[in-house]
């Protein structure tokens, strides 16, 4: 870390608007602990997962924030190592959803590389993300987690098709079908259940919400149509890397899961049912 670096640190962790900053985390926390006392309550069994994902993600961010300054200032060249491990954490995160399923690590990397990865690219050419660490790096993390999240709601979706329509596959297989035609109905099942979430989101804007990014630049003084835009193509980047993502993994993914012999691989499925 430079001196200079440093003091901009220790400027920005020392200012009161730190102290305010948890303030509003202890009040949100709050909240939060009602909603788990209603899965406990209710016995709904994941109020572990809740707090250890909260804190684990306090932690994060607040690295994170107290880090950006080293980012900013470094070249423009190390945006690509940065995004990079993102795509690889965002892949072990969202594998978890599918551990099942045979190299679905290996898969998640190629999948969220390919489908973040080419969107931050094109976009980057057209000129929607500028060539500097600020914008390669916020915009291409909001790219990659969205494409993590489409990933995770589809591993989950697909291991709970395979497990629900096992005897459907079989059946189809047993009369002659090849297994990507036995399997491609709850290939397109899981694709189109986890975009639903962002085509939601697109469905309600201006309408429902005023998106944060959006919002932002209004409120720095942005021209309101322009950010209007520049919000919608930020829609449509997300939309794009989450689609390329889970088509391209449950297309991988799907071939996976039966045997050479063109079967339901038992050890897949047995797996899945544990």
């Known amino acids: 870390m430079t001196d200079a670096a440093l003091e901009t640190f220790l ?4 200012e009161s608007v730190v102290v305010t900053g948890f303030v509003q985390i202890a009040i949100a926390a709050v909240l939060t602990v009602l909603v788990l006392g209603v899965v406990y309550l209710r016995q709904l069994g994941f109020e572990r997962e809740v707090v250890t994902t909260a804190v684990r993600g306090l932690i994060q961010v607040v690295a994170a924030g107290a880090v950006i300054d080293i980012l900013l200032a470094a070249h423009v060249a190390w945006a690509g190592v940065v995004l990079a491990f993102m795509i690889v954490v965002a892949a072990w995160i969202s594998y978890k959803r599918g551990t099942a399923l045979p190299g679905v690590f290996r898969t998640s990397i190629v999948s969220i590389g390919f489908g973040a990865g080419l969107t931050i690219v094109a976009m980057t050419f057209a000129g929607a993300i500028e060539t500097t660490m600020r914008d390669l790096v916020v915009i291409g993390s909001m790219i990659i987690a969205n494409a993590m999240q489409t990933n995770s709601l589809a591993l989950d979706r697909f291991t709970g098709e395979i497990a629900s329509n096992r005897n459907e596959i ?5 009369v002659g079908a090849s297994p990507d035609e036995a399997i491609t109905e709850y290939v397109s099942t899981s694709v189109y259940a ?3 979430p962002t085509l939601d989101a ?3 804007l201006g309408i429902v919400k005023i998106p944060g990014l959006m919002a932002g630049m209004i409120i720095a ?3 309101p149509i322009y950010a209007a835009q520049y919000q919608f193509v930020i829609m449509l980047m997300i939309f794009a890397a989450g689609g390329l993502t889970v088509v391209a993994n449950t297309l991988l993914l799907s071939r996976r899961v039966f045997t050479d012999a063109k079967q339901l691989d038992e050890t897949v499925i047995e797996a899945i049912d544990a």
């Open 11 to 14: 400027e920005y962790a020392t």
């Open 170 to 174: 079989e059946a189809l297989l047993s």
């Open 194 to 196: 986890a975009l639903i």
């Open 202 to 204: 697109i469905k309600s």
């Open 221 to 223: 003084g942005a021209n």
